[in-house]
Nanobody, 120 residues
Framework: QVQLVESGGGYVQPGGSLRLSCVPS????????MGWYRQAPGKQRELVAA???????KYADSVKGRFTIIRDNAENTVYLQMNSLQPDDTAVYYC??????????????WGQGTQVTVSS
């Protein structure tokens, strides 16, 4: 079973920055994709950013230009650099890995979540 350990959440004022980290129990090369999702109170979990083994990352429209996902192969870590944070970014952030099963299937592995609160 894949384990994902997140860190880096916290409290920040509007306009501030935070960097989230996610370290998987296996090599990040083994995952089809890794990304970050978030869930605010009363809302559904939504994709924030994701990056596959190859190609360009994808971002939610609401975070484009402010957030950057970094897949660091050397450190076996996935980061989410969050700049210009706004109160609407307040949520629990979850690391996600898409774990391949055989040649044509995969399942989602999730971290335990880390709280990000943006408030003045």
């Amino acid at each position: 079973q894949v384990q994902l350990v997140e860190s880096g959440g916290g409290y920040v004022q509007p306009g501030g920055s935070l960097r989230l980290s996610c370290v998987p129990s296996g090599s990040i090369f083994s995952f089809t994709s890794m990304g970050w999702y978030r869930q605010a109170p009363g809302k559904q979990r939504e994709l924030v950013a994701a990056k596959g083994r190859y190609g360009s990352p994808k971002y939610a429209d609401s975070v484009k230009g402010r957030f950057t996902i970094i897949r660091d192969n050397a450190e076996n870590t996935v980061y989410l650099q969050m700049n210009s944070l706004q109160p609407d970014d307040t949520a629990v952030y979850y690391c996600n890995a898409k774990v391949p099963l055989g040649t044509s299937d995969e399942y989602d592995a999730w971290g335990q979540g880390t709280q990000v609160t943006v408030s003045s």
